[in-house]
């Protein structure tokens, strides 16, 4: 089994994650935390902004990968669809190249912004400006954190949801900087405004699929 440091922005793409993989809870620790043999999953926070703080409790694997859902900006990704970028870029142009794991394809870049994409409209303007054809808010910090390490990093990310949809403001209001989702805000979040019930389930049923597809590619990684 190849050792893997997976690492998160949502805690519920960690429970998620976990749960397909078989891992168990770390004890004692106070932040979703996860291990089974040599595979780890750790939830660091929106942007990745827990990450310095918790890093001291993570064991610095050989390969980390930044995983979880991700927006298409690209419109052929369907929902589910599985992103595994050759390189990310940072919306000031930084790029960094990432690894291509045993046992996925990678290809295209994935742009990482700082904040929630929340119209059709941004995503195709962000599609013709960067090429990019997903997007995320973690990868480049992740990345750049496990080059510093000395450590390989690759991206495994699954689309949540399409170009055709970005995801509204109140939902996304919903998670903590922490990656804790925020239930009874977000219970509001889905009543208070109309649409936003059927907008809320269609991100739920998205980051499902997507965290099915980037699991099945982790379980192969691990193995490869």
């Given at each position: 089994?190849?050792a893997l440091l997976i690492l998160t922005a949502v805690d519920l793409e960690a429970r998620g994650l976990a749960r397909h993989l078989g891992l168990?809870?770390?004890?004692?620790?106070?932040?979703?935390?996860?291990?089974?043999?040599?595979?780890?999953?750790?939830?660091?926070?929106?942007?990745?902004?827990?990450?310095?703080?918790?890093?001291?409790?993570?064991?610095?694997?050989?390969?980390?990968?930044?995983?979880?859902?991700?927006?298409?900006?690209?419109?052929?990704?369907?929902?589910?669809?599985?992103?595994?970028?050759?390189?990310?870029?940072?919306?000031?142009?930084?790029?960094?190249?990432?690894?291509?794991?045993?046992?996925?394809?990678?290809?295209?870049?994935?742009?990482?912004?700082?904040?929630?994409?929340?119209?059709?409209?941004?995503?195709?303007?962000?599609?013709?400006?960067?090429?990019?054809?997903?997007?995320?808010?973690?990868?480049?910090?992740?990345?750049?954190?496990?080059?510093?390490?000395?450590?390989?990093?690759?991206?495994?990310?699954?689309?949540?949801?399409?170009?055709?949809?970005?995801?509204?403001?109140?939902?996304?209001?919903?998670?903590?900087?922490?990656?804790?989702?925020?239930?009874?805000?977000?219970?509001?979040?889905?009543?208070?405004?109309?649409?936003?019930?059927?907008?809320?389930?269609?991100?739920?049923?998205?980051?499902?699929?997507?965290?099915?597809?980037?699991?099945?590619?982790?379980?192969?990684?691990?193995?490869?």
């Amino acid at each position: 089994m190849r050792a893997l440091l997976i690492l998160t922005a949502v805690d519920l793409e960690a429970r998620g994650l976990a749960r397909h993989l078989g891992l168990s809870p770390v004890s004692g620790s106070a932040w979703p935390h996860f291990r089974g043999g040599s595979v780890e999953v750790a939830c660091v926070g929106l942007r990745a902004s827990a990450l310095p703080a918790r890093a001291p409790r993570l064991r610095l694997q050989a390969l980390v990968v930044s995983a979880g859902a991700c927006g298409a900006l690209a419109p052929e990704l369907a929902e589910g669809a599985l992103v595994v970028p050759d390189a990310v870029v940072t919306e000031d142009g930084r790029r960094s190249e990432t690894r291509a794991p045993a046992g996925v394809e990678a290809r295209g870049t994935l742009l990482c912004v700082n904040g929630v994409i929340t119209s059709a409209a941004d995503k195709a303007r962000l599609w013709m400006e960067t090429g990019a054809i997903a997007c995320d808010m973690e990868s480049a910090t992740i990345v750049a954190w496990a080059h510093a390490e000395g450590l390989a990093a690759a991206v495994v990310r699954g689309v949540s949801d399409t170009a055709a949809h970005g995801v509204s403001a109140d939902l996304a209001a919903a998670v903590g900087e922490d990656g804790r989702v925020h239930t009874v805000q977000a219970v509001r979040a889905a009543l208070g405004r109309r649409g936003a019930l059927r907008d809320a389930l269609a991100l739920r049923r998205g980051t499902n699929a997507a965290l099915a597809s980037v699991a099945a590619a982790l379980a192969r990684i691990a193995r490869s």
